[in-house]
């Protein structure tokens, strides 16, 4: 079916009330939607008369669903926010517009005058954005595996340095990821480094990233074996090979 | 601060008293700056909902049990218009409200009001499952219950406010523009499906939907 113009503009009204069931007008709509602001301000508008419609349906909820609810509540992690610079798109090409409008197109002249040397270059830094982005996406595949893992367990303890680290780990995925909040930051020349320790042997399982408002960055550890135990310690900057101080905090990962 | 809640919800307006008495002290129910979960509960009560979504957002539960309060009959009431089982209504309006909890860092006042973006997600689940097979044949073999009676709802004046001036507004529109917009909305169909249903043309039922809900938006004096 051909959508002229005229018929996007009034699918505002089935679109509230979500009785748009093709995906592919759907996503037409949507697409519109962003570049349509008279469309996006009735959209908003017509959205707050169907919350009055959905009010005047309230009606007393089971008594049984308020307790579900808040225990369900009490052991679900919550989404991060979103931070609007992040990249939108993990892929090259998601990045194509930005870097026209931004610095490439200087790039590109100057590519032009120096000729081919110069188009080496910029393939090597895209190829270089390329890896950091793939890098990133994959982290981010990698911590949200570990998320949804059905066996997705938490463990929180207060460090002997202050503050508490947090792991949640799954034994399926052999992962952890291991967060803290509240730790004395630490001069420029030190780091805290997070060790996988059983009776065998000790990994280094990564340097915890510089804290931000008191938290630190999720990191990711690997190869997850059973009867390991997470430790924290404070290590001289890029980290050591083994443990070299006392560890602030030990925490068992069995069950 | 659970049985609070319990007593406020059989005994409407118990609550007030409470938080009138803090305010009268010098406390500023209003003050977000606090720890989450400082707060007692009749404080947080009182916060409005982009507040309280802005608390949850950093997991403070008082302010999710306020968010519930307010809205769990709402939602509820929404899907299970839509779906008519209650089981399984129960099951979606839970996994709604948990969503809440889960993404209250994504809500973004800007778009709409709390409440809004609250029934946006309680709806689209709820159309969710009912175009999904296995449930339309559940809800085929079901039967509507009895509505719950509303005078147990804790905000049981404010529903009844709206639920007037909601009947009223329908009132005004033509009989297909509502027909067209509740049984899109309460009934959960797409619009071609209720094309067929009233045996009109998609583009015909596609503007009456509009008008409707623009009529509408007029009536209720919604300002976007």
Same mark, same amino acid.
């Given at each position: 079916m051909k959508l002229r113009r005229h018929d996007l503009h009034t699918l505002s009204g089935a679109y509230v009330l979500d009785a748009v069931d093709s995906a592919a007008e759907y996503d037409r709509y949507e697409h519109h939607l962003g570049r349509c602001q008279s469309c996006a301000g009735e959209v908003r508008e017509l959205r707050e008369v169907t919350t009055d419609l959905a009010m005047a349906a309230t009606v007393q909820p089971p008594p049984a669903l308020r307790p579900q609810v808040l225990a369900a509540v009490r052991r679900t992690r919550q989404l991060p926010p979103v931070i609007e610079d992040e990249p939108r798109r993990g892929r090259l090409w998601g990045w194509w517009p930005g870097l026209w409008s931004g610095w490439l197109p200087r790039l590109a002249v100057g590519c032009a005058a120096a000729g081919a040397a110069a188009v080496v270059v910029l393939a090597?830094?895209?190829?270089?954005?390329q890896h950091r982005l793939d890098d990133a996406q994959s982290q981010n595949h990698a911590i949200a595996a570990v998320l949804a893992a059905p066996d997705a367990r938490v463990v929180t303890r207060p460090t002997s340095a202050g503050g508490?680290?947090?792991?949640?780990?799954s034994r399926a995925e052999r992962e952890l990821i291991v967060t803290t909040e509240g730790l004395p930051p630490l001069p420029r020349d030190k780091v805290y480094e997070a060790w996988l320790i059983n009776p065998r042997q000790t990994r280094p399982a990564g340097l915890l990233p510089t804290? @931000?408002? !008191?938290? &630190?960055?999720?990191?990711?550890?690997?190869?997850?074996?059973?009867?390991? @135990?997470? !430790?924290? &310690?404070?290590e001289p900057a890029?980290?050591?090979?083994?443990p070299t101080t006392r560890p602030i905090v030990l925490m068992p990962l069995s069950t | 601060m659970e049985m609070l809640a319990r007593c406020g919800k059989q005994n409407p307006g118990a609550g007030r008293p409470f938080g009138l008495r803090l305010r009268m002290v010098g406390m500023d129910p209003r003050d977000i700056h606090a720890a989450p979960g400082a707060q007692a509960a009749g404080q947080v009560a009182e916060l409005d909902l982009n507040r309280l979504l802005a608390l949850v957002a950093?997991?403070?539960e008082a302010a999710f049990e306020a968010v519930y309060d307010r809205l769990a009959g709402a939602a509820y009431g929404l899907i299970l218009k839509v779906l008519r089982d209650p089981a399984q209504s129960e099951e979606v309006a839970q996994e709604v409200l948990l969503e809440v909890w889960r993404t209250a860092s994504r809500f973004d006042p800007a778009k709409g009001s709390a409440a809004t973006w609250v029934m946006t997600i309680a709806h689209r689940r709820a159309v969710?499952?009912?175009?999904?097979?296995?449930?339309?044949v559940a809800r085929d073999q079901q039967a509507a219950p009895p509505p719950p009676a509303l005078d147990e709802v804790a905000d049981a004046v404010e529903a009844n406010l709206t639920r007037e001036r909601v009947r009223n507004c329908l009132g005004g529109l033509t009989e297909l523009q509502r027909e067209s917009i509740t049984l899109a909305y309460y009934g959960g169909y797409s619009y071609p499906q209720v094309a067929k249903l009233l045996g009109a043309a998609l583009s015909?039922?596609?503007?009456?939907?509009?008008?409707?809900?623009?009529?509408?938006?007029?009536?209720?004096?919604?300002?976007g």
């Open positions: 090597v830094i895209l190829v270089g954005v508490r680290a947090t792991v949640v780990l804290a @931000t408002g !008191g938290r &630190t960055q999720p990191l990711l550890a690997t190869g997850l074996a059973r009867g390991d @135990t997470l !430790g924290l &310690t404070v890029g980290g050591s090979a083994q | 950093r997991g403070d969710d499952r009912v175009r999904s097979v296995t449930a339309t015909t039922i596609k503007t009456r939907i509009r008008d409707g809900l623009i009529r509408m938006r007029d009536c209720l004096g919604v300002s």
